[in-house]
């Protein structure tokens, strides 16, 4: 396996508060990787820097080999990182199909008509063709979460960063999703999953590591993972005030 | 004029546009608005204080305490009427209802009293001077409104820091959901706020008007004068902002000295240089 | 997953097609009105052709790219006098000058853009405004340029008038045509999907690869062309540029009326826009201050209660676009889309 | 007798509706638990009771009075205060100030900086610092205490426990069961079941913004509490 993605030693604080402190992944190619921990954990934050929203105060990512550290946020979905976000973000104006168009024409810098394709596909895999000339200020949460997904998908990304995007959604639509992105991974995409439904995760990842206080605590096999001392720890309490 | 003074009168010119400054600061501290009718209401406040003084006569200072809380009032109810119900949505929608603002208010102006040069007098005060040996020497009255500017400034952070309702004003611009679950009628702090930035502009205005002479039109050249110290300042920063004032002050007086054509070019030159190198303004809060 | 299959995208409504054929109807009526119709009538036509173009950039920042400029006098003012530059000094055809103006206004918007984007929301309006400021007070104070007091353009007005006239006229239906057509056209591209995208959710777009400073940047360039090269069309008519006049900001005033009249954000909106107040004019500008303080009540009454102006409650009311952009989808029967 | 009446209260985001016809009534001195997944429409019923939001249908009714055409800042000046999810305290002001700032509404009461400092001692060393600087367990105590200070009879609670550890967790509720037992009335959101079932006295569980089960304590049974929660019934 060559390792696809790849940060090292992270840092970052925002005002005075250290949210990412010497956070080091790597993710191989075609695998899938859960994050946990407890919210305000530095988990969006770790993703916000690999994505580019966030710059670091010290540390690399490296893509396919290459520093995108200092990369623009498109920069970075061009070469092929796709994420979601915790909160959906749809161009409520435009219906979902206008909404994936725009992740499949930027995302890949394709001529619109090449992208229509493209388009529909990420549209009918994040399960949201039948409301593709539906406006996404209209979309339901589950549905602007699979917007969220199938513009993500529509940059044909290598490596996916997925945000809680089972949050807020009943079981039954959690199990889905779940099989949406199995499907996903079995094609082969790399992906990192931050999710609070733990089951979720399992049923999906080749790997979990769990974070706290911007700070890797363990990493290894799922399983092993959530039944560490470690994340019962970060889980099941200490002292934090 | 030897340098000295010059600059010596450029810190005094700078005492003014901190005052217009401070009022814009405000507004836009509390409500992220900016209020493009700024300039004009400060000019509007001197053409008040002109019928005034038309109407008792009155040295212009005295009318000051008709004039500040008349403005505060048109302040007041303007955002509460008028400019609250632009803050929800596009944030385009404040700049064009105080841009139709400033034109309105401008060509009520010259309308009601011409495009002729106006100007008030308060008296001996205005060319009254002192003499630091023979090489500065600078008016009574500038130096007055740049204490006046100061002692603005130093009331209005006491007033943010030690009173109830400044504090509602912090809370109400850090989170105005949350400030509303504390009792606090986001509504009438904006409202509050828009009065007292026009009472300083008001102040300013006629100080101003004291200080030279003023026509309907030259309102949004003090809006830009009061932008320009509040970036250079950096934003949030009210002693910055005097520095901005005073800077921008010296720009314009150092270049008129050289040009006359060239003086306002001088203190754009200034800004854009501070825009270009440090965009965050000189004393900008950091952001946390 | 399911491979190729026959898709399609709709893009036009029967509304827009009958619209188009209505479109090219006017414009050939258009095309040939200095053939038959006297100078008083295209000298008319030529100030509502110039409204609708300058109307048409200003929405293309504001309704589109979300950039409220009021600086686009500085652009104006550059088109009025590197008209002069290339004709007089340079020794250009006015005919083939004009365009050429518009090069000079986006070489200097560049470096403009680089400070300016700096600013948000209001204090880039502003920031804006302080750069047709300095772009004013260089040129009142260069002495070559004649300074404050300005000076005539020869090399235009020593044309023939019929020539000037009827030259100048189609000029300014080519750059109100051009200007519908361009932003028609960005709107309907790829920059267009962007730049609905960005009005929508900024920070979402730039995850989707999306170079938001680029398509800001190329809105703000391409209408700092059009205000110079249509500026340089209002010159041709006026003759005489001088600084305080051609930089200023009631250009821009005029601008934001429009489209707050029609309708921001829409291409239809600043045609509508630039009829009435043309109309408006032609009426009441003689009534001088009171004129202007009715534009700017009808604009603060549009801005706080009728946000989408006229055009905007019309397209509510009714769903009428003589433009679509939108991207209807198409598929086989077994999976129509809702 | 009850303190607050919800009757068939809807509320709607756009073409989104988070709650459909929900009542339910309060008595004074009690604490109501309302239970559910996330985006159950929990948070909109509490923001709904506080009038945070634009335009609910249906009755709110507070000691008597019909109170659903009030802003929120006129309820706090009635005695509802809403603790909001998370947290919102004023980052650039200090924790005293704050706290000065839920005092606003100047309603009289036994709440004052002392009895909050006293319930909440670990604010007091950090009485000068910015609010933004403080951890979210020093944040959310800081909350409660200052929509104390505004010394409501009802108080809303939206999640005290997300994202804090348990320690912290288990602090603040008991911090609250002090609040509790001084009489005063209030409604707590969470998505623990297990930490609301040890304090409230009444709880409701909301299933897709409807109230699907609703008794006292003792009276449901964890079974019927966890198909309330997920639906599975209804999946």
């Known amino acids: ?241 | 004029m030897t340098w000295v003074n010059v600059i010596v009168q450029g810190v005094l010119l700078g005492g003014l546009y901190a005052l217009y400054a401070t009022g814009l600061s405000l507004v836009f501290g509390v409500m992220r608005m900016v209020n493009l009718a700024h300039g004009d209401l400060s000019i509007l406040a001197a053409f008040i204080c002109l019928l005034v003084v038309g109407v008792v006569d009155v040295n212009p200072l005295l009318a000051l305490v008709v004039v500040v809380p008349l403005v505060f009032l048109v302040g007041y109810l303007l955002q509460r009427f008028l400019l609250n119900f632009t803050l929800k949505g596009d944030d385009m929608r404040p700049l064009l209802a105080t841009f139709g603002l400033s034109v309105i208010i401008q060509n009520g102006l010259l309308q009601g009293f011409s495009a002729d040069s106006r100007g008030l007098d308060a008296g001996r005060i205005e060319n009254a001077s002192l003499a630091l040996g023979d090489k500065v020497a600078f008016g009574w009255f500038p130096l007055l409104i740049l204490v006046v500017s100061v002692l603005v400034i130093v009331l209005l952070n006491a007033f943010l820091t030690r009173t109830q309702l400044g504090r509602a004003f912090r809370a109400t611009s850090d989170d105005q959901g949350a400030a509303r679950l504390m009792g606090i009628d986001n509504k009438h702090i904006y409202a509050l706020a828009m009065g007292i930035a026009l009472a300083i502009v008001a102040l300013a205005g006629v100080l101003m008007g004291i200080r030279t002479t003023f026509t309907p039109g030259i309102g949004p050249a003090r809006l830009v004068y009061a932008f320009e110290a509040v970036i250079m300042g950096g934003l949030g920063s009210s002693w910055g902002t005097l520095v901005g004032g005073i800077m921008l002050g010296v720009a314009q007086t150092v270049g008129f000295q050289l040009s006359p054509g060239w003086g306002i070019f001088v203190g754009h030159l200034v800004f854009v240089t501070v825009l270009a190198i440090r965009p965050s303004g000189l004393f900008a809060k950091t952001v946390s | 997953m399911t491979g190729p299959r026959d898709l399609s995208v709709q893009r036009s409504t029967t509304l827009s097609k009958t619209a188009l054929v209505i479109g090219v109807v006017t414009v050939a009526v258009l095309v040939s009105v200095p053939l038959w119709a006297d100078q008083s009538t295209s000298r008319t036509l030529v100030s509502l052709l110039t409204l609708i173009a300058l109307a048409q950039m200003w929405n293309l920042l504001a309704g589109y790219a979300g950039l409220m400029s009021v600086g686009q006098q500085g652009y104006i003012g550059i088109g009025a006098y590197s008209l002069w530059l290339l004709t007089d000094v340079f020794g250009l055809h006015p005919f083939l000058a004009v365009p050429l103006t518009g090069l000079f206004a986006a070489a200097i918007s560049l470096p403009t853009a680089a400070l300016v984007f700096r600013l948000k929301g209001g204090y880039f309006a502003i920031g804006t405004w302080v750069m047709a400021e300095i772009l004013r007070l260089i040129v009142a104070n260069i002495p070559q340029t004649g300074g404050g007091s300005g000076r005539t353009i020869t090399a235009v007005a020593q044309m023939p008038v019929d020539v000037r006239m009827r030259g100048t006229y189609w000029l300014a239906l080519a750059a109100a045509v051009g200007a519908v057509l361009v932003v028609y056209a960005i709107l309907r591209a790829r920059v267009g999907l962007a730049l609905t995208a960005i009005r929508d959710n900024e920070p979402a777009v730039e995850s989707l690869g999306v170079h938001v400073f680029r398509a800001k940047l190329s809105a703000y360039v391409l209408a700092a062309f059009g205000c110079a090269v249509t500026g340089a069309v209002v010159y041709m008519n006026l003759l005489r540029i001088q600084p305080d006049s051609s930089f200023s900001i009631s250009w821009t005033a005029t601008m934001i009326f429009i489209v707050v009249i029609g309708g921001v954000g829409t291409i239809e909106g600043p045609i509508l826009g630039a009829i009435i107040y043309f109309t408006l004019q032609e009426t009441l500008s003689s009534y001088g201050s009171w004129y202007l303080i009715l534009l700017g009540v009808l604009a603060v009454v549009i801005t706080v209660w009728f946000p989408g102006g006229l055009w905007g409650t019309l397209v509510r009311r009714w769903g009428v676009h003589l433009f679509p952009v939108q991207r209807r989808l198409r598929l086989g029967k077994a999976d129509e889309p809702e | 007798m009850s303190l607050l009446e919800l009757e068939d209260i809807s509320t709607r985001y756009g073409d989104f509706q988070a709650l459909f016809s929900v009542s339910l009534s309060v008595n004074a001195g009690e604490s109501f638990g309302v239970i559910g997944a996330n985006g159950a429409g929990k948070s909109t019923l509490l923001q709904t009771i506080a009038g945070l939001l634009e335009s609910p249908t249906g009755t709110v009714r507070f000691d008597g009075e019909a109170v659903e055409h009030l802003p929120a800042h006129k309820r706090v000046t009635r005695g509802i205060s809403l603790v909001p999810e998370g947290r919102r305290v004023f980052p650039s002001l200090t924790v005293h100030e704050n706290l000065q700032v839920g005092a606003y509404g100047k309603r009289k009461g036994p709440w004052d900086l002392d009895a909050v400092y006293g319930v909440f001692p670990l604010l007091v060393k950090l009485r000068n610092k910015q609010a933004s600087f403080l951890s979210g367990g020093e944040q959310q105590a800081l909350a409660i205490g200052r929509a104390l200070m505004s010394n409501p009879r009802l108080l809303l609670i939206d999640e005290v426990s997300l994202g804090l550890a348990p320690v912290v967790i288990r602090h603040l509720y008991e911090a609250m069961a002090d609040v509790v037992s001084s009489g005063m009335t209030v409604i707590l959101v969470e998505q623990d079941i297990a930490q609301i079932m040890e304090v409230a006295d009444r709880v409701c569980c909301l299933l897709e913004g409807r109230k699907v089960i609703e008794g006292e304590r003792g009276a449901i049974s964890r079974e019927q509490i966890t198909e309330a929660y997920f639906g599975t019934r209804t999946g």
């Open chain 1, 1 to 241: 396996m060559t390792t696809i993605l790849e940060i090292e030693g992270l840092r970052k604080s925002f005002g005075g508060v250290l949210v990412t402190d010497d956070l080091s992944v790597s993710l191989q190619k075609g695998e899938a990787l859960g994050v946990v921990g407890p919210n305000g954990a530095g988990k969006t934050t770790m993703l916000n820097l690999i994505g580019g929203a966030v710059r670091p105060d010290a540390g690399r990512v490296l893509f396919e080999g290459q520093d995108i550290t200092h990369l623009a946020r498109h920069e970075r979905c061009r070469r092929g990182l796709g994420r979601t976000y915790q909160v959906p973000r749809p161009f409520v104006g435009m219906t979902a199909f206008e909404n994936v168009l725009v992740g499949a024409t930027h995302g890949r810098g394709k001529s619109e008509r090449a992208s229509y394709q493209t388009a529909v596909d990420a549209l009918e895999r994040a399960d949201l063709l039948h409301h593709a000339n539906t406006v996404a200020g209209s979309l339901t949460l589950l549905d602007r979460k699979r917007l969220e997904l199938a513009r993500a998908l529509a940059t044909e990304p290598r490596v996916l960063l997925l945000d809680e995007i089972a949050g807020g959604l009943t079981e039954a639509e959690v199990n889905e999703l779940i099989e949406t992105i199995r499907a996903l991974r079995s094609e082969g995409m790399s992906i990192i999953w931050i999710e609070h439904i733990v089951h979720a995760l399992l049923a999906v990842v080749d790997r979990l590591m769990a974070i706290d206080f911007g700070k890797l605590l363990i990493e290894g096999d799922p399983h092993e993972v959530i039944c560490s001392p470690e994340v019962e720890y970060c889980y099941m309490g200490t002292e934090r005030v």
